[in-house]
């Protein structure tokens, strides 16, 4: 079961060599970097490292990168991750494993975070509380489909934000959508940034503008993404 790895970066040069060094010795993984118009040399730098592909996109965003990302893939199963997210020890055999069911469509894994204090600890429980329960699942937390079924939804929707958690809400109302048992660690540095408490309650509050139908343009706007 070859599984391709699609990773939307914008001036990650400090953080892309770690993420690929993941799949380096891997085998049945394909990996393809989507550069969103990076001016930090991070397509040189996955040039010269030799592990996967990158290719530049025209149309700047995330959903827009991971969609052209994908047609450059060959995987029986697309896996979409962050720059600055790892995958657990076994990470793909548990996609793999879990892919082996046939009403299985798509999954993510639980959220893991970089630092282990308790209010990291919490944001990544209730997250993955969230996204169990609450079907609202981020693309921290490494989220993969099959690749018919990615081609029925659509890919990602065009959306400036939010894209992550629409796109797994079509794959889940076709069926599958699982959580692994195991998680991802992801980079803290946007609580970092903007601070723990003041991220959540922003986050939150993006999401509930989102749900009453204010634009995605006009959210995005108002989130500031920490490259």
Known sequence: MLISVIIPVLNEAASIRACLAQFEQEENVEVVVVDGGST???P?????????????ASDVGRASQ??????????D?????????????????????????EDVLGGRFRLGLAETGIGFQLIAYLSTLRSKYLGIT?????????????DAVGGY???????????????????????????VCSSTRRWRKWGVVKTVIWMWLLRMLFTCGVSDKTLSRWYRTVR
Request: proline content about 3%.
């Open 138 to 150: 981020y693309g921290d937390q490494g989220i993969f489909a099959r690749r018919g079924v990615f």
């Open 66 to 75: 991971m969609n052209f990302g994908v047609q450059h893939t060959k995987g």
């Open 157 to 183: 929707p065009a959306l400036h934000l939010f894209e992550d958690s629409e796109f797994c809400s079509l794959v889940a109302q076709r069926g599958k959508f699982v959580m692994l048992p195991a998680q």
């Open 40 to 42: 930090d040399g991070t």
């Open 44 to 56: 040189d730098l996955i040039d010269a490292l030799g592990i996967g592909t990158c290719v530049s």
């Open 77 to 101: 199963v697309l896996l979409f991750l962050h720059a600055d997210t790892f995958l657990p020890e076994k990470g793909l055999h548990l996609i793999r494993q879990a892919m082996m069911g």
